[in-house]
């Protein structure tokens, strides 16, 4: 008799079991995977699928900021790893294939699972492998997944993570544009723009003191052409991840607030009207927000050094009517400068570490983003404040003093066509190429004729000090 009574219990736990799920489970198919910032379609489906993921392991260099490059590990060959969707219920037959040109085994560990290493135990595979495990997709919401393979840190750092949705049987409410942004650091041999390839430092990992704190993979990855995009009156929503391997996200976007909230991935709306949200190594946030005026949104990590400079920066393009009662706008310029002397730095932007190809080309770009806000987009320069460098008797009378103003700054009175000047200018952060480049564009613009300045003509300016 003994026996008898488990035997039972698993023959009706199976039986309950199956006729449970072949209810549920209808058809099957090929999950859509994208790479970020695009996340595949909403899922329509009213009923659980057998839904089958093919995830590619490939190692390969790629751009990590201009002119550094990187040997990335991936999944699906980008970084951050190919955007997962599914819906809560879903069984999930997952292929890991690791592809035969990488030097490394990898598997995977998605947090979505409810199994031992999420999955990572089933799925070891070496170069030119494949393996293939099952799980059900329990639980909704929104998880890291990422490579669980020894040593860890070293498989994350290089780049082995992405998102997996889990989409609740009700679904999400519609929205207008769904993005995916991934927050991650990277560790080099070099520092932040050292130029050429850089190889992985486990020492600046192990100290958590990343070189750079990027979006989606790079330096630049979601900025200018690639920025992302939306349209006045529309609502946004954004999938934000962070791979870590080690910090923390302030994860927070310039100009907007988010309306809506599902902190650390989960389900429910936890927050509403939020300025800054956290986002763990590991885990992962929906943020939603109506884009009401026109704008150029920044999305930032608010640790706000790694924004501005080690590339935690990415760009939200919003195009439309403008909506002056939303947001006026400069009404009204005035000066104010209680402060006076001292000379300031202002850090350099980051075209440092670009290569110069046209001295005017990117002059003209160093002087938009380091020089405008002062001398004005034009150099018509701001009565009473600012000098003028368009027509400057000053400025054309001696180049090379310009080139020295430019590197160490410069306070006190100044007479610049015939109007007295008595203000700071700080000493601007750039590398001899940049200053010869800005200081060439100025004195060739806006009517000015000037000659043109070289590095070495900066280098021996800077070494008279
Ligand atoms: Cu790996």
């Excluded at 030097?103 to 799925?123: E, F, Q, R």
């Excluded at 986002?279 to 927000?289: D, L, Q, R």
């Excluded at 020089?371 to 404040?385: S, Y």
Aim: proline fraction near 7%.
């Amino acid at each position: 008799m003994r026996p008898f009574v488990p035997t039972l219990v698993i023959v009706l736990a199976s039986v309950l079991n199956f006729s449970c799920t072949s209810y549920a489970i209808q058809g099957e198919e090929k999950a859509v995977l994208t790479a970020a910032p695009h996340v595949p379609p909403p899922i329509t489906r009213k009923h659980p699928t057998k839904v089958v993921v093919e995830l590619e392991t490939v190692e390969k260099k790629g751009r990590l900021a201009d002119g550094v490059e990187y040997e990335f590990w991936t999944f699906g060959g980008e970084v951050p790893g190919s955007f997962i969707r599914v819906r809560e219920g879903d069984v999930v037959e997952f292929h890991l294939n690791n592809h035969p040109t990488s030097k490394m085994p990898h598997n995977i560990d998605l947090h979505a699972v409810t199994g031992p290493g999420g999955g990572a135990a089933a799925s070891f595979t070496a170069p030119g492998k494949g393996s293939t495990f099952s799980f059900t997709a329990m639980n909704p919401g929104l998880y890291v997944y990422h490579c669980a393979t020894a040593p860890v840190g070293m498989h994350i750092a290089n780049g082995m993570y992405g998102l997996i949705l889990v989409e609740p049987k009700a679904g999400l409410p519609p929205v207008d544009r769904e993005y995916y942004v991934m927050q991650s650091e990277f560790y080099t041999k070099g520092n932040y723009g050292d130029p050429g390839l850089q190889p992985f430092d486990m020492e600046k990992a192990i100290e958590e003191d990343a070189d750079y704190v990027v979006f989606n993979g790079a330096v630049g990855s979601l900025t200018g052409e690639r920025a992302l995009a939306a349209h006045v009156g529309e609502t946004v929503r954004l999938f934000v991840g962070n791979g870590g391997p080690n910090l923390v996200s302030s994860f927070h976007v310039i100009g907007e607030i988010f309306d809506r909230v599902h902190q650390e991935g989960g389900t429910l709306v936890t927050q509403e009207n939020v300025q800054t949200t956290l986002v763990p190594a590991g885990g992962a946030a929906i943020v939603e927000f109506d884009v009401e005026v026109p704008a150029n949104l920044i999305l930032v990590d608010h640790a706000i050094f790694r924004a501005f400079n080690k590339g935690a920066l990415a760009n939200l393009v919003v195009e439309g009517e403008e909506n002056k009662a939303v947001y006026s706008g400069l009404l009204e310029e005035s000066v104010y400068l209680p402060e006076g002397g001292g000379i300031q730095d202002v850090p350099a932007t980051e075209t440092s570490n670009e290569e110069i190809e046209d001295p005017m080309v990117a002059g003209e770009r160093i002087y938009t983003s380091n020089c405008a806000a002062c001398h004005q987009p034009q150099g018509q320069g701001l009565p009473g404040a600012f000098p003028p460098l368009a027509g400057s008797d000053y400025l054309l009378a001696d180049p090379l003093r310009a080139v020295d103003i430019v590197v160490h700054g410069r306070s006190g009175e100044i007479l610049v066509n015939g109007e007295t000047y008595n203000g700071v200018m700080p000493a601007v952060r750039l590398s001899d190429a940049e200053v010869a480049a800005v200081v060439t564009y100025v004195l060739n613009s806006w009517g000015n004729n000037g000659p043109e300045i070289s590095p070495v003509d900066v280098t021996k300016v800077r070494s008279k000090h």
